[in-house]
């Protein structure tokens, strides 16, 4: 059974850190596009990063840009992101999500992706 776990939120204060891990199962991430969103409390869930399956390239939501960082670990079948300089407003459940499919880009479309994570609270306090 394919599955996708997230873990690492929590509640922290402005200007903080936490690191996102989406662990895969029943599949090897190699040949699959990652990417994180969220989706705060009636807002729509908007794409945050993704990277590549064939070359790791990266994109990020202009509002995490400087902040965020996308990484994988494939020996490890799992994805990161590291959220740094935290304001309020990234407070959300941040989800993963694959996409399978073997190529150097990847997109923030929650349309693009086939496999969901359950989510992971992040609250930042002011």
């Known amino acids: 059974q394919l599955q996708l776990v997230e873990s690492g939120g929590g509640l922290v204060q402005t200007g903080g850190s936490l690191r996102l891990s989406c662990a895969a199962s029943g599949f090897t991430l190699d040949y699959y596009a990652i990417g994180w969103f969220r989706q705060a409390p009636g807002k729509e869930r908007e794409g945050v990063s993704c990277?590549?399956?064939?070359?790791?390239?990266?994109d990020y939501a202009d509002s995490v840009k400087g902040r965020f960082t996308i990484s994988r670990d494939n020996a490890k079948n799992t994805v990161y992101l590291q959220m740094n300089s935290l304001k309020p407003e990234d407070t959300a459940v941040y989800y993963c999500?694959?996409?399978?499919?073997?190529?150097?880009?990847?997109?923030?479309?929650?349309?693009?992706?086939?496999?969901w994570g359950q989510g992971t609270q992040v609250t930042v306090s002011s």
């Open positions: 999500a694959a996409e399978n499919v073997f190529r150097r880009t990847c997109g923030l479309g929650s349309w693009e992706y086939d496999y």
């Open positions: 990277i590549s399956s064939s070359d790791g390239s990266t």
